[in-house]
């Protein structure tokens, strides 16, 4: 499949299987219950003398803008990084972006399996979530740098790390 093709669909399953979810925001029924953010919610609702359903509101409009322009960033950023590891290989920046989109379609589908898997552990530390999420992008980073931008290993892990 194409990177695009691939990114709409993992985007699809997504929200299919963890429609709750979102990597870049806080939804609202998380976010204003967190105890450190009590004092400046009260704050913003005294400044702007509104209702904590109003100002709900406003913020869900908000973050959930600002999260989907977060993952074209995102996606730029990656394909800047490699873009400026891998200069010398003479691949235009396009091409490290659309990388970039097949990294980040790759990441949400690990990220499906991960908490589907992870469902059936009661009791679990966000550490069972992230430690696996951050050791699929190493390594899956790693063997990029093998196998899309023929590094060897050692220098693909090296460039990874950084």
């Not at 999260?67 to 074209?72: F, W």
């Not at 394909?79 to 490290?96: E, R, T, Y």
């Not at 790759?106 to 990220?111: D, R, S, Y």
């Amino acid at each position: 499949m194409k990177p695009f093709q691939v990114f709409v669909i993992s985007n699809l399953f997504f929200f299919l299987f963890l429609a709750d979810a979102d990597i870049f925001r806080n939804p609202s029924k998380w976010f204003f219950q967190e105890t450190q953010m009590q004092e400046p919610i009260q704050q913003k609702l005294t400044e702007l003398n509104t209702t904590v359903e109003i100002l709900t509101k406003k913020y869900n409009q908000v973050s959930v803008n600002d999260s989907k322009a977060g993952i074209i960033v995102l996606i730029l950023f990656i394909g800047l990084i490699f873009w400026l590891f891998n200069l010398k290989k003479g691949i235009p920046f396009g091409g490290h972006t659309v990388f970039g989109i097949h990294f980040f379609s790759a990441f949400l589908i690990v990220i499906i399996f991960i908490s589907i898997s992870l469902s059936i552990i009661p009791e679990k530390s966000k550490y069972f979530f992230q430690i696996p999420i951050i050791l699929y992008c190493f390594f899956y980073l790693v063997s990029a740098q093998k196998n899309l931008y023929h590094d060897n290993v050692g220098i693909g892990f090296i460039k990874v790390f950084f």
